[in-house]
């Protein structure tokens, strides 16, 4: 049985619809905190790893069409909360809405992806959909400063129980994980890291906020493009589990070659620092949808959707280490260049 071109593209837009809110938080983060992005980045992962951490205990409990209405309006509160909340502490909480509602979908997508005969195919029609997610999210927010099931009875029915396990056997299938969750974790620490730490404290020249905004968008743009391509190529490219567990150890050199860009304005121009941000995004998004999709090929059929929703978990835990060592990087940094405005105090 082959997938129809509705399921294929229903995939895609599930995915462009469930990461653009999070996107668009992230590209209006300096101005939410602009002496502190990585708390905007903090609020924008911890519900969303906290949703996914917990989803084996109580996604078979919640058919898909109630977890899909929830993101609808976990969204929709989201942007209303951000954009008339006039503290930042209120606009913080909004961003936490919007980091409920990806989490949640994201965890629900990928193990709903299980379900159909094609699970790679769907899992990289999903990836594809959040890597455009990263420019529409970007070009929506530099431009303004009830969804159905791709298919009757299946799409959206509810999800199947897994099977019993005790505690410490679900420990063990998470630890079963490892080989996959591992690469999830240290690529998108290391490229949030750079995100939130490094590339807030970029600019031409460094002094002024609005070249910092510049620097900041501009690696952006370049970062999701890399994203797109890279997460729309899961049929294209299949590396084995070896180059995918290879891969963050690049995107780590990448983060401690923008910490050196950053703190000695070596460099320092746009045609020596946006292919490396490309890299970044490339990085990332391959390690991504190859990773869920060796899940989506190797773990035995009945434990397929407990795993890819278990195993979600690891690239929100990796955002979240990445924001808080982000706080300090980015302190750092302002400390060293004589720049004020940073939430937190370097060591």
Known sequence: ????????????????????????????????????????????????????????????RVEYKKRINACVLLMSASFVVVAVGEDYKL????????????????????????LYPSPVLCLTSFSSGTGFAGIFGFAWAVDNQGLDSPRTNAGFSPSSPPPPMTVAERCSFTSSLSKYMFPLFVVYFAEYAMQSGTWAAIGFPVTSSSARADFYTRANWTYQAGVFVSRSSGTVYRPTLLAVQSMPVLQVLLLLFFYFVAYSQSLYSYALLLPPCFLAGLLGGCVYVNAFSLISVSVRPRLRELALATASAADSCGIMAADAAGLLLQACLYEKHGIEGAKVKCF
Do not use: D
């Open 91 to 114: 606009k913080l909480l909004g961003v936490c809405f919007a980091s409920l509602q990806s989490g949640l979908g994201e965890a629900s997508i990928l193990a709903l992806s299980s």
């Open 1 to 60: 049985m082959t997938l129809s071109n509705p399921i294929i593209s229903g995939f895609f837009l599930l995915g462009l619809l469930n990461n653009a809110s999070y996107v668009i938080m992230i590209a209006g983060a300096k101005s939410i905190s602009e002496g502190s992005v990585a708390l905007v980045f903090l609020c924008n992962v911890l519900p969303s790893f906290l949703c996914k951490l917990t989803s084996p205990v109580w996604f078979h």
